[in-house]
Structures are given as structure tokens and as C-alpha cells.
Nanobody, 129 residues
Framework: QVQLVESGGTWVQAGGSLRLSCAAS????????GAWFRQAPGKEREFVAA????????YYAGSVQGRFTISRDNTKNTMYLQMNSLKPEDTAVYYC??????????????????????WGQGTQVTVSS
């Protein structure tokens, strides 16, 4: 098992940047595919970005492609989400998620909350216009 704790969420003006962190403890995080999801009030939880455990490949939702960057430091058991050019519509609670040896192809159809078994508690990001 792995335990996940997010940090870094805060208030920021539109156009600004934030870096979220996800600290993992327990089992070796390098064997987990990590992902970020977000959930805005009244909306379903949606996929943001993922980082493969096997080859380090990454995958992004279209709405954040080119603005957000997911990365990980397995020596520190930590995953990051660098968010640039933030927009008010990025306002949400951001969740870190992980799945042991995630074996599905990185497609939007496979990036659903049900595919990930481990979750953090979430961190609030608020972007004001």
C-alpha cells in the first residue's frame, strides 16, 4: 500500500503559476503510476495528468496540455504538478492518485478515477480573474 499527501494548493491570480506536490509513503512509489485529478464544485472528478511507473511517459488532459507539467522524483517518493498560465476554470480541489503497476494504455478512456486505488486528501487551488 501507499499513502499520499498533497500540498501546495493556494489562491493565485489568473496567469500565475503553482506547483503541487504529492508525497508518497509506504511501498516504493516507483512501482506506481501516479496521476493528478481535480474536482470543481458541482462537477465530477476529472483527469488532469499522469506519469507512468514503467517508462516515465506522461499524459495530459487536453484542457491543460502545454500549461501543466507532471513530474516525479522517485528518490524522494514525490510527484509534482507544475501549473502555469492558470485560468479561473482551473479552480478545483486537486487530488493525487496512484495505482500499482498500472497496466492500461494511456488514453483518456483509461484515465478514470476508478482505475486508481490510492488517493490523497486533496488540496484546494483557487484562481481568481
Amino acid at each position: 500500500q501507499v499513502q499520499l499527501v498533497e500540498s501546495g494548493g493556494t489562491w493565485v491570480q489568473a496567469g500565475g503559476s503553482l506547483r503541487l506536490s504529492c508525497a508518497a509513503s509506504g511501498r516504493t512509489f516507483s512501482m506506481y503510476t501516479g496521476a493528478w485529478f481535480r474536482q470543481a464544485p458541482g462537477k465530477e472528478r476529472e483527469f488532469v495528468a499522469a506519469s507512468s511507473w514503467s517508462d516515465g511517459s506522461t499524459y495530459y488532459a487536453g484542457s491543460v496540455q502545454g500549461r501543466f507539467t507532471i513530474s516525479r522524483d522517485n528518490t524522494k517518493n514525490t510527484m509534482y504538478l507544475q501549473m502555469n498560465s492558470l485560468k479561473p476554470e482551473d479552480t478545483a480541489v486537486y487530488y493525487c492518485a496512484a495505482e500499482f503497476r498500472f497496466g492500461s494504455p494511456f488514453t483518456i478512456a483509461n484515465m478514470t478515477p476508478g482505475k486508481f486505488g490510492y488517493w490523497g486528501q486533496g488540496t484546494q487551488v483557487t484562481v481568481s480573474s
